[in-house]
């Protein structure tokens, strides 16, 4: 009797050892966590409510983008960028999406310096013009809502 309660008491002192491990220091996981994140790359894309059924992470960035291009070129159509300047075909438009879900609109004029655009008034019809969005969903890092810019290429269709 006195042998196995010494062999059981002998593996309850040796089992002792793997209770002392050491806790990994909170700043050390930390950092470690932070270097396993890829900075450059959003976890989820802006989204809007058309493209919310799609799964597919790629694809619901494209619809994403398509979505928003034809929304902006839409809204572009009515007014007179097209007349005011007939020699400029596409607009690139730079869209900010905010953790608020708030959007802005910045138009980047193309470096001609052949062609002279008043970027005031381009920009201010810009601003009377894109308004009355649906509702966007900020894109997320690491499930935090987070800022990110876009260029969309819109192209005026003269009529």
Do not use: H
Not at 57 to 83: G, H, N, P, W, Y
Not at 117 to 144: C, H, M, W
């Amino acid at each position: 009797m006195k042998k196995p309660f010494a062999i059981v008491f002998l593996l309850i002192l040796s089992s002792c050892q793997y209770f002392e491990k050491q806790v990994p220091d909170e700043e050390a996981l930390l950092q470690k966590r932070l270097k396993e994140i890829n900075w450059k790359e959003v976890s989820s894309y802006p989204s809007i409510a058309e493209c919310d059924a799609i799964l597919d992470k790629e694809l619901k960035k494209q619809c994403f983008f398509e979505s928003m291009a034809r929304l902006v070129q839409e809204k572009l159509d009515l007014d007179t960028i097209a007349m005011l300047y007939p020699e400029m075909d596409t607009i690139n438009v730079q869209v900010t999406v905010y953790p608020d879900a708030s959007l802005k609109f910045e138009p980047q004029m193309p470096p001609d310096n052949t062609v002279s655009y008043n970027t005031i008034a381009i920009d201010s019809i810009l601003k009377a013009r894109l308004v009355d969005f649906p509702k966007i969903e900020p894109a997320q890092k690491e499930g935090v809502p987070v800022t990110t810019q876009f260029i969309l290429p819109v192209i005026l269709d003269v009529e």
